[in-house]
């Protein structure tokens, strides 16, 4: 037992660093002021969607190889604390950018939660959410989650889209306990034994393994739900409108990133690491590998960021036909398709 405490010990302080330790990356010098024109650059503020793991490392690259300086910023980037938190800072003006699951934000607007913010890039073509759990906990298919405690955050897309997925996969939400957690801790808590399962994105199988020593056992939401996004990057709609170019080249420099990090995990990782010195590089490599899948689809083709207003106004419906949704929604009153990426 006592070797067990020193482990979720370490691992929570690990990972709590993880989470603090990348605010800002302390690599840029005083020559480092100006783009590749010679211009002052833009000070932006980004928020990661969730922590500081392998699957937003795409950031800290699009950072290190230059992609945000050459197109004319300086970019503070800081750790987000799921969808719901994310809306909030960037509508609040604490954060120029950041990525939300995009069915997330469709619970957020259409139930009166959130407003005044713009997706403008899609960052995964399709969700990534899930309930993970570990070898021993008598969880093989969704019924199973009756009975259980599950942690997430409570703003976390996982947590706010469990409803729907409940009652599409046939298990009843009411016999299911959830508790608070935080992104830095919520491995720890399922490597315990406090709870059986927590939210996460799929990627995150390969860092679940490495905390908790264990098999993870995963229950995709995209086994019940086909159509949905993952991520999208969003920005105010004050800014959306505001600054259009601005939004267009640097929403360029960040899926650059992405790029780059999908065809070099390892390296991406390892740029991580010297940013977050908590983190596990393989283990974020092994994120970006499974996260590729998730990048591209037949939609999109070859391109990245593409959002599709048919795909979106699907999504809007199988939510609206769960009765998820108290309002109706289009897909442009979230997404900015003058801004997204053509595919």
């Known amino acids: 037992m006592r070797r067990l405490t020193r482990t979720v010990a370490a691992v929570a302080l690990a990972s709590a660093l993880a989470l603090t330790s990348g605010c800002s990356s302390g690599s840029d010098k005083s ?23 392998g699957r937003d490392s ?26 719901g938190s994310v809306i909030q800072t960037v509508v609040g003006g604490q954060a120029d950018f950041g990525p939300i699951d995009l069915t997330g934000g469709l619970l957020q607007l259409g ?9 403008v890039a899609a960052i995964q073509q399709r969700t990534m959410a899930a309930i993970v759990s570990v070898e021993g906990k008598n969880i093989a298919t969704p019924k ?15 947590r706010n889209l469990f409803p729907t997925y409940a009652r599409l996969a046939g298990v009843d939400a009411s016999k299911v306990t959830w ?8 491995m720890g808590t399922l490597a315990s034994g406090a709870v059986d399962g927590i939210g996460q994105f799929v990627v995150g199988q390969p860092t679940v393994e490495a905390v908790t020593k264990k098999k993870p056992v995963l229950l995709p939401y995209s086994n019940v739900m086909q159509d949905l996004y993952g991520n999208v990057l969003i920005t105010s709609t004050k800014i959306a409108k505001e600054k259009p170019e601005m939004v267009k080249r640097f929403t360029a420099a960040l899926l650059k990133g992405l790029e780059y990090a999908l065809a070099n995990p390892q390296e ?16 974020a490599a092994q994120e970006l590998q499974l996260m590729a899948g998730y990048v591209r689809s037949s939609n999109s083709g070859t391109a990245l960021g593409t959002l599709d207003s048919g795909r979106v106004a699907k999504s809007i419906a199988l939510l609206q036909g769960a009765g998820a949704l108290k309002q109706n929604l289009t897909p442009d009153q979230i997404i900015d398709f003058n801004l997204a990426p053509k595919a």
Request: glycine residues 10%; without cysteine; proline residues 4%.
């Open 144 to 158: 199973d989650l009756e009975g259980k405690r599950l942690a997430d955050t409570p703003t976390s897309v996982v």
């Open 179 to 186: 508790v608070n957690g935080e992104p830095q801790t919520l």
């Open 268 to 283: 991406a990782a390892d740029i991580l690491k010297k940013q977050v010195p908590a983190t596990v590089s393989t283990a």
């Open 31 to 53: 020559d480092d002021a100006k783009g590749a024109k010679g211009a002052a650059l833009e000070k932006v503020t980004y928020l990661t969607s969730f922590g500081n793991f």
């Open 58 to 83: 795409y950031a800290w690259v699009a950072k290190e190889k230059g992609f945000f300086k050459d197109a004319g910023f300086d970019v503070e980037i800081k750790p987000g604390q799921g969808t």
């Open 111 to 119: 139930n009166g939660q959130a407003k005044d913010f713009v997706a």
